[in-house]
């Protein structure tokens, strides 16, 4: 997550949002989140807050090809991450902290549901009745597949229908948006604004400039921030944001890349963490996919 977030937004008084005062609301109700990093620099009460500083709460979307979900830290404390809170889904009993990347629109091509609760709502509609509704499913890689993406853009769903590509992926953005101003809220206890948050969504490395220009307009339309206001949404780099997490863990929370590997997402380009091991030399693992064909974790076994 970034560290000391500064940015726009306005600098006037807000009559409901909550005060800079909130630090994690999680830790007393339990919610360890996420290992933490080493408190290099959490701010303390009394330290001084530059003048600008104006968001209160940093949210990172991982917008997944296969999964998604998001996590949020406080500004006060930037090191102390929170991943969003569970849900059951999927097998019965079973929390999950992601949700599948599917969508299901209405037959009037309104958003209905996301995640496991589009997934299985479909998959109870009768099929003749399915045919009327637009479901779509790992829908994201078609931003870096798609060699002339446009803002114009189609995805085709289950149906054989088509639907803009930008409409689909601004609905899953709001999605994200009004699940974590919410959880923000409930752990508050007093209503966040759209205004106290600064966003940002991770994007794989191969992905292009119109791609990630695409993400952004999604984005805008969304409601997580605006053009004339475009510091309150930052694009990251999937590799870039892993690296700059394990160049802030406590040294014995490092893995020794001999002993253990990590499976992601990422595809066979995005090499993070080399190096790190201390005294060893770098693994090499063979890739599962080429670069051309990114796999998204979608071809693991």
Not at 13 to 31: F, K, M, N, V
Not at 144 to 162: C, E, I, P
Not at 189 to 211: C, H, L, M, Y
Request: charged share 20%; with cysteine; aromatic share 8%.
């Amino acid at each position: 997550m970034a560290d000391k977030e500064a940015g726009g937004g306005d600098a006037g008084p807000r009559e409901t949002a909550p005060t800079s005062t909130y630090s994690s609301p999680a830790r007393s109700l339990g919610d360890t989140g996420i290992t933490p990093l080493s408190p290099s620099h959490i701010l303390n009460d009394a330290d001084p807050v530059s003048e600008q500083q104006t968001f209160l709460v940093v949210v990172a979307i991982d917008f997944g090809t296969t999964s998604s979900g998001y996590a949020y830290s406080f500004t006060k404390e930037p090191e102390c991450i929170h991943v969003m809170r569970r849900w059951e889904g999927g097998d019965p009993g079973v929390s999950n902290q992601k949700t599948p990347t599917t969508i299901l629109l209405t037959p009037e091509r309104k958003f209905h549901s996301f995640g496991y609760a589009a997934r299985d709502f479909y998959h109870d509609l009768d099929p003749s009745e399915a045919k009327q509704w637009l479901y779509l499913e790992k829908f994201k890689m078609k931003l870096h597949t798609t060699g002339d993406l446009t803002m114009d853009t189609d995805l085709t769903a289950a149906n054989g229908k088509k639907v803009k590509a930008l409409e689909i992926f601004a609905y899953a953005l709001q999605y994200f948006k009004e699940q974590a101003l919410k959880e923000l809220s409930d752990q508050a206890g007093s209503d966040f604004e759209n205004s106290d948050v600064r966003w940002v969504i991770t994007v794989p490395a191969i992905w292009k400039q119109p791609a990630k220009q695409f993400m952004r307009e999604a984005a805008y339309q969304a409601g997580l921030a605006s053009p004339e206001n475009s510091e309150q949404l930052i694009i990251a780099l999937e590799p870039e944001a892993a690296s700059i997490y394990c160049r802030k863990l406590r040294l014995h929370q490092m893995i020794e890349l001999s002993s253990k590997a990590v499976v992601n997402g990422y595809s066979a380009s995005d090499t993070v963490g080399a190096g790190f091991a201390q005294g060893t030399s770098a693994l090499s693992l063979p890739p599962s996919a080429p670069p051309s064909q990114p796999p998204g974790a979608t071809q693991l076994r």
